[in-house]
T-cell receptor, first 119, second 109 residues
């Protein structure tokens, strides 16, 4: 199956600093990537849809100026958490759509996640 | 807004027992995917069901997509401790995934 990587896997930062998380599709090109946030013992919540070469589409309630998304190439999307606060501490997961090769539906493949802790 | 209700939320069973997880919605999905997630890791795709009434088997796991493509079930036969984890269903509409709330399964030896 398709492989998606994330870096870093874990990051601890001070309140007020910015943190960048990278999401890469390793063996396929992804025109669309997604960013999710998952709080402990909860399911995944979609934050935004990242489209290569265009602006990201944010879900309701997600501040676009706080969570900056850049999808500069077909294999890389980045999420920057600006002026991080303790309430931004969470597990951030990206996914990428792999081409289905003629199948009826494309499949999202997920990265391993990034654990962000803001002190 | 499309919602997926997943049940049960938690399930603790003994090794060897059978179980079923349900995923229900009032919306129609083009496909539905089941994932399993370990703590501190991303979800791993188990199966994608596309056709109404479709049944797929993956070893001891049986996945079914409802005829109307609004609901799905995951049945595990003779559960093993290695099946412990968070199971997530996700409905696909226009390449956007809507996740159910998840079922946290614990299989005791």
């Amino acid at each position: 199956g398709a492989v998606v990587s994330q870096h870093p896997s874990r990051v601890i930062c001070k309140s007020g600093t910015s943190v960048k998380i990278e999401c890469r599709s390793l063996d396929f090109q992804a025109t669309t990537m997604f960013w999710y946030r998952q709080f402990p013992k909860q399911s995944l919540m979609l934050m935004a849809t990242s489209n290569e070469g265009s602006k990201a589409t944010y879900e309701q309630g997600v501040e676009k100026d706080k969570f900056l998304i850049n999808h500069a190439s077909l294999t890389l999307s980045t999420l920057t958490v600006t002026s991080a606060h303790p309430e931004d501490s969470s597990f951030y997961i990206c996914s990428a759509i792999a081409p289905s090769g003629g199948a009826r539906t494309d499949t999202q493949y997920f990265g391993p996640g990034t654990r962000l802790t803001v002190l | 807004t499309q919602l997926l209700e997943q049940s049960p939320q938690f399930l603790s069973i003994q090794e060897g027992e059978n179980l079923t997880v349900y995923c229900n919605s009032s919306s129609v999905f083009s496909s539905l995917q089941w994932y399993r997630q370990e703590p501190g890791e991303g979800p791993v795709l188990l199966v994608t069901v596309v056709t109404g009434g479709e049944v797929k088997k993956l070893k001891r796991l049986t996945f079914q997509f409802g005829d109307a493509r609004k609901d799905s079930s995951l049945h595990i036969t003779a559960a093993q401790p290695g099946d412990t984890g968070l199971y997530l269903c996700a409905g696909n509409a226009g390449n956007m995934l809507t996740f159910g709330g998840g079922t946290r399964l614990m299989v005791k030896p």
